[in-house]
């Protein structure tokens, strides 16, 4: 198991940003894509945002226009920055990589990360 290490949750207010950062091992950065994911105590966890080794992206609805993901490949580093948060986006976030296919389905990654708590207060 490749470890991916997770940074940057916290509480923010209605409205307010925070930026997650994911370092990810050298061998398992060259999937296909990597991408963040979030999920609820007691529910299914969700795709939010992908990228894909060349670049292109794909995004949740829910968070479209809000949240953008990148990546800087000499870092082996995935990002995530999330603007005009909204209390439904209280979650943990976690990044998982390993992926052959570029998608937003949880079962098409390989590993992940342990998560970091993003709270949003109303």
């Known amino acids: 198991q490749v470890p991916l290490v997770e940074s940057g949750g916290g509480s923010v207010q209605s409205g307010g940003s925070l930026s997650l950062s994911c370092t990810v091992s050298t061998y398992t950065y060259r999937s296909r894509s990597t991408a963040w994911f979030r999920q609820l105590s007691g529910k299914e966890r969700e795709g939010v945002a992908a990228i894909r080794w060349d670049g292109d992206t794909i995004y949740a609805d829910s968070v479209k226009g809000r949240f953008t993901i990148s990546q800087d490949n000499a870092k082996n580093t995935l990002y995530l920055q999330m603007n005009s948060l909204k209390p439904e986006d209280t979650a943990m976030y976690f990044c998982?990589?390993?992926?052959?296919?570029?998608?937003?389905?949880?079962?098409?990654?390989?590993?992940w990360g342990q998560g970091t708590q993003v709270t949003v207060s109303s």
């Open positions: 998982a990589t390993g992926s052959s296919v570029h998608s937003l389905s949880p079962s098409a990654y390989k590993s």
